[in-house]
């Protein structure tokens, strides 16, 4: 089958660095996003991976190595509106393109 | 750019009432649109995947004559709960691709839907 498996929640300081992990098990790997969804809010895109490697964007970057079925999200200089749920996503092809998500990372940015 | 409008974004009806949500793409044309439930702290569940002027696909275990779906347009696609019931209760949110699956989906805001 298919699984997602990341931390429920974190916390982390104001300014700090967190990383996310992330990791899976499915068949039919076609890349991996990473969005942020604030409660009550839709999921916005953060980032896609597809080849091994780290992509940075800005405050924000993601790795993946797809041998150990392996993602995190590095968020620096934490700022108090980063604090929302982190949802890892797996894009797969079993005979049509749909994606897969994590329960998502809760993180607390704290003071 | 890219942005998805979702309405209505809170409904609070009867048991027993059709829901009609209808999701847009205000900006693009989105080859494929996706249909999400998601319950509190809980993750994404992938409904239903529909494309332009085509059936849907259903995801195991989502009722097809009770969450109609219809992809009338390349930018318009509705959501229908039929007779809902308080376990149809949930946070429904659609999302919009254009192009191939390294896309990004672009997702509405939700809509609330409270069956009382």
């Known amino acids: 089958g298919q699984n997602i498996d990341q931390p429920t929640e974190m916390t982390a300081t104001e300014g700090a660095i967190v990383q996310i992990n992330c990791t899976y098990q499915?068949?039919?790997?076609?890349?991996l996003f990473w969005y942020q969804q604030h409660a009550g809010e839709a999921p916005t895109f953060l980032s896609y991976?597809?080849?091994?490697g780290l992509e940075e964007k800005g405050r924000f970057s993601s790795f993946l190595s797809r041998s150990k079925g392996y993602s995190y999200l590095l968020l620096k200089e934490l700022q108090m509106k980063d604090s929302a749920s982190y949802l890892c996503?797996?894009?797969?092809?079993?005979?049509?393109?749909?994606?897969?998500f994590g329960a998502g990372t809760r993180l607390f940015v704290k003071a | 750019g890219a942005v998805v409008s979702q309405h209505p974004s809170r409904v609070i009806c009867k048991s027993g009432t059709s829901v009609k949500i209808e999701c847009r793409s205000l900006?693009?044309?989105?080859?494929?649109m996706f249909w999400y439930r998601q319950f509190p702290k809980q993750s994404l569940m992938l409904m239903a995947t529909?494309?332009?002027?085509?059936?849907?696909?259903?995801e195991q275990g989502v009722e097809k004559d009770k969450f109609l779906i219809n992809h009338a347009s390349l930018t318009l696609s509705t959501l229908t709960v039929t007779s809902a019931h308080p376990e149809d209760s949930s946070f429904y949110i659609c999302?919009?691709?254009?192009?191939?699956?390294?896309?990004?989906?672009?997702f509405g805001d939700g809509t609330r839907l409270s069956i009382l």
């Open positions: 999302s919009a691709r254009t192009g191939g699956a390294e896309q990004p989906q672009h």
């Open positions: 499915t068949s039919g790997f076609n890349g």
């Open positions: 991976n597809v080849l091994d």
């Open positions: 996503a797996v894009g797969i092809n079993t005979g049509g393109f749909k994606t897969i």
């Open positions: 900006d693009f044309q989105a080859t494929t």
């Open positions: 529909s494309n332009e002027g085509s059936k849907a696909t259903y």
